[in-house]
């Protein structure tokens, strides 16, 4: 049902308590060294997700914000005593507006966030004076500077609403930041195109990434830093390198230094695992889609990421579909590959990740423009002479389950067979099945079933009403 449940576990041993109920969707918003004891979560067990402190011995729940009403809040921003000081209140019109709340209990709407940039804008954190707040975000500086199209670092006054870009990339979104655990600030962000880069904001932070760069083969995330901001949790990651964790000592008597601490997957350390290629594929309007592609071991003699002969291939398409696939260790990838099968991911029209301009371009595109992509990186294949042209099978979980049963209805002699896991195969049931406070975005992203037009088209695009055509095989 996709939803999340909470747990506390002793760490001295013992069961997993549940501390939120079944059929709930709980979110960590706040761990506060001022609350030890507690955690602070959104929990939608009344539908719109409120506000909620639980205590980790007890499990009692304690609502710090209750919300609901016509126009509630889709997500919330606290300080270090976990108060909440800021939302993100939704609008009939798909847009959004990020609201203070004052001392006192008052909200005050600070400023508004288009429906075009509401899915590439998100409230980070708050610095230690309580005055700024940083965001990613896509929308204009200010109401009379040019759009944007990617996603900036932003660092917000919260008294006057004025915005500062602290960083942004050349070709894709920030995904990621670095946040002084004592005082807020931003440390350095990351882009990622065809994979993760990171930038400093300071001199510190670039000796940090020149560090881990040196020290480590693959990707790298830092997931927990230390109070006093000498150690740090770093997970490295490649596609030939399942997640291992590292402690990273910023402070030590002979400088920087990382020690192993464990594989996560222990049990793939000597599989033959194949290394993972980013392309980019040209649509037939001439849209760049960046992809991924995984050859099985031997067929890849000279290693220039072409088989000697083409191969089965599945084609992958991910779920969202305000998602992206990304590089590194992909299960499915590895698993396929080590069939014998090509494996080729596409990000088409809709992702995430892009920019403004690619991710809108997906809006009333299920099943359009969306499943074209993802044929014209099928027929890409076939032309590189990757895959062979009756070998090709689809495959996809929630949208990209979708992905699978529109491309065998719609293009019943596309794909030699195909795989779909939880797809919504009639877009009026997932319309009527969404959450109140997403309804409107699916309504402007799908398409408005409270019209005519609407109707029309989600009939046309809904799989389920055309299962008839599928001629070949589906699981």
Same mark, same amino acid.
């Given at each position: 049902?996709? !939803?999340?449940? &909470? *747990?506390a576990?002793?760490?001295s041993?013992g069961?997993?308590?549940?501390l ?9 918003i706040?761990v506060?060294?001022? =609350?030890?004891?507690?955690?602070v979560?959104?929990l ?5 997700? /409120? ?13 710090l914000?209750r !919300?609901?009403?016509p126009?509630?809040?889709?997500s919330?921003?606290?300080n270090?005593? !976990?108060?909440v000081?800021?939302?993100v ?10 609201v203070?709340?004052e001392?006192r ?7 508004e966030i #288009? ?10 954190g708050?610095?230690?004076?309580g005055?700024?707040? +940083?965001?990613?975000?896509?929308a204009?500086?200010q ?12 660092r917000? /006054?919260? %008294?006057t609403?004025q915005?500062i ?7 894709a /979104?920030?995904?990621?930041v670095?946040?002084d #655990?004592a005082?807020?600030a931003a440390?350095?962000?990351a882009t ?7 930038r400093a ?5 670039q000796?940090?990434?020149?560090? &881990? =760069? ?17 150690r740090?949790?770093?997970?490295e990651?490649s #596609?030939t390198?399942?997640?291992r ?7 030590g008597?002979?400088?920087?230094r990382?020690?192993?601490l464990f ?28 992809s $991924?592609?995984?050859?099985?071991g ?13 191969l ?13 696939d990304?590089?590194g260790f992909d #299960?499915m990838?590895q ?5 014998? $099968?090509?494996?080729?991911s ?6 995430a990740?892009?920019?403004n301009a690619?991710?809108?371009?997906? !809006?009333g595109?299920?099943g359009g ?9 099928a ?7 990757l %895959?062979?042209? =009756? ?10 389950? $979708? ?11 596309? $794909?030699?067979?195909g795989?779909?896991f ?10 009527? &099945? ?8 699916? *309504? +402007?992203?799908?398409? =408005?079933a ?7 088209l ?7 009403f055309?299962?008839g ?6 699981l």
């Amino acid at each position: 049902d996709e !939803n999340t449940r &909470l *747990y506390a576990v002793d760490t001295s041993g013992g069961a997993a308590r549940a501390l939120t109920p079944a059929g709930a969707h709980a979110r960590i918003i706040g761990v506060s060294a001022a =609350d030890p004891g507690a955690v602070v979560v959104t929990l939608n067990d009344r539908g719109w997700p /409120d506000v909620v402190r639980i205590d980790l011995t007890t499990g009692e729940r304690e609502v710090l914000q209750r !919300n609901g009403g016509p126009r509630g809040y889709s997500s919330f921003l606290l300080n270090r005593d !976990n108060t909440v000081r800021a939302g993100v209140r939704t609008r009939a019109d798909g847009g959004a507006d990020v609201v203070v709340f004052e001392p006192r209990g008052r909200a005050r709407a600070l400023f508004e966030i #288009p429906f075009e940039d509401a899915l590439s804008t998100r409230l980070i954190g708050l610095e230690a004076d309580g005055a700024h707040l +940083l965001m990613l975000d896509s929308a204009p500086v200010q109401p009379d500077t040019p759009a944007r199209d990617r996603t900036a670092l932003v660092r917000v /006054d919260m %008294a006057t609403g004025q915005k500062i870009v602290l960083g942004e990339g050349e070709r894709a /979104d920030v995904v990621d930041v670095w946040i002084d #655990p004592a005082t807020g600030a931003a440390e350095a962000f990351a882009t990622e195109y065809l994979r993760r880069e990171w930038r400093a904001l300071n001199a510190d932070s670039q000796a940090d990434i020149e560090f &881990l =760069d040196r020290s480590l083969t693959g990707d790298f995330n830092v997931f927990s830093r230390s109070d006093d901001d000498t150690r740090w949790i770093v997970v490295e990651e490649s #596609p030939t390198t399942p997640r291992r964790s590292y402690l990273f000592d910023r402070a030590g008597p002979a400088g920087r230094r990382l020690t192993s601490l464990f594989s996560h997957r222990p049990e793939l350390q000597q599989a033959p695992l194949q290394p993972m290629t980013p392309v980019e594929i040209e649509a037939r309007d001439g849209t760049t889609l960046v992809s $991924y592609l995984t050859l099985p071991g031997g067929s890849d003699a000279n290693g220039d990421a072409r088989p000697e002969q083409p191969l089965p291939l599945v084609l992958v398409a991910h779920d969202g579909p305000w998602a992206r696939d990304s590089y590194g260790f992909d #299960p499915m990838h590895q698993w396929l590959a080590n069939r014998g $099968y090509a494996v080729l991911s596409v990000n088409f029209r809709g992702s995430a990740g892009f920019g403004n301009a690619f991710l809108n371009a997906g !809006n009333g595109e299920w099943g359009g423009r969306i499943q074209e992509d993802l044929a014209d990186a099928a027929e890409w294949a076939v032309t590189q002479r990757l %895959a062979e042209q =009756d070998r090709i099978a689809i495959v996809g979980g929630g949208f990209g389950g $979708y992905a699978v049963l529109s491309g065998l209805a719609f293009t019943p002699d596309q $794909y030699r067979c195909g795989a779909s896991f939880a797809a919504p195969a009639n877009l009026f049931a997932m319309l009527d &099945l969404s959450p109140a406070w997403g309804r409107d975005q699916l *309504y +402007l992203r799908v398409a =408005d079933a409270r019209t005519e037009t609407g109707r029309q088209l989600l009939r046309v695009r809904s799989p389920a009403f055309h299962a008839g055509r599928i001629r070949s095989s589906l699981l």
